[in-house]
């Protein structure tokens, strides 16, 4: 199994540049989310989604957004870059609503806005 | 709200030493708890879980015990090795929720031979 597959994995911006990083999973399930990493902060949560056609903000949702198509992809879109959106994103997927259902994060994908 | 808060690092321990990163959170319900690990260039890999009152999470040598009393679930090993060397988090996803974790600020080991 793939699991949670982030594309790019490395990225440099220009401020005021656009973006698209792109989350898959294949384990069919219905929650999907996208985290920032900073130091010091741990993982804030960005956007998150509860199934296809239904999304919700985080905690740090200005700048970002998302849209949920269908249930394998989702996608974050960086608007027009900022410095301040320097940071490592984690997209994560979990299978239902149980709070003690495992949420599985994909690699990560490095962003540096210049 | 929900809230995580992890002892401060870097935490410098000597190969064969005991660990423990404390780790106490807030929330309303019965939430699960979760230690990831960040080991350096890579992403999150969950460590342990444990999902209600005096469970027991353990892998790898690593153990937690949620601890509603004193709302802890905090992180140890007996024997820590250089390979041990990483970032930890601890999580909570409430009992409520929509599968959103809130984390700690994380927790640096350093491990030296």
């Known amino acids: 199994n793939a699991g949670v597959t982030q594309t790019p994995k490395f990225q440099v911006l220009k401020t005021g540049q656009s973006m698209t990083l792109q989350c898959a999973q294949d384990?069919?399930?219905?929650?999907m989310s996208w985290y920032r990493q900073d130091p010091g902060m741990g993982l804030r949560l960005i956007h998150y989604?509860?199934?296809?056609?239904?999304?919700d903000q985080g905690e740090v949702p200005n700048g970002y957004n998302v849209s949920r198509s269908t249930t394998e992809d989702f996608p974050l879109r960086l608007l027009s870059a900022a410095p301040s959106q320097t940071s490592v994103y984690f997209c994560?997927?979990?299978?239902?609503?149980?709070?003690?259902?495992?949420?599985?994060f994909g690699e990560g994908s490095w962003l540096t806005v210049v | 709200g929900n809230s995580v808060t992890q002892m401060e690092g870097p935490v410098t321990l000597s190969e064969e030493a005991f660990l423990t990163i404390n780790c106490t959170y807030t929330?309303?319900?019965?939430?699960?708890l979760f230690w990831y690990v960040q080991y350096p260039g890579e992403g999150l890999q969950l460590l342990l879980k444990?999902?209600?009152?005096?469970d027991k999470g353990s892998n790898k040598g690593f153990e937690a015990t949620y601890r509603k009393e004193t709302t802890s679930f905090h992180l140890e090993k007996g024997s820590v090795q250089v390979s041990d060397s990483a970032v930890y988090f601890c999580?909570?996803?409430?009992?409520?929720?929509?599968?959103?974790?809130?984390f700690g600020q994380g927790t640096t080991l350093q491990v030296k031979p």
């Open positions: 989604s509860v199934g296809a056609g239904i999304t």
């Open positions: 994560a997927s979990s299978g239902d609503r149980g709070a003690g259902n495992t949420i599985y």
């Open positions: 999580a909570l996803k409430g009992s409520s929720n929509t599968g959103k974790l809130i």
């Open positions: 929330a309303t319900g019965y939430p699960s």
């Open positions: 384990m069919n399930h219905e929650y």
């Open positions: 444990a999902t209600k009152a005096d």
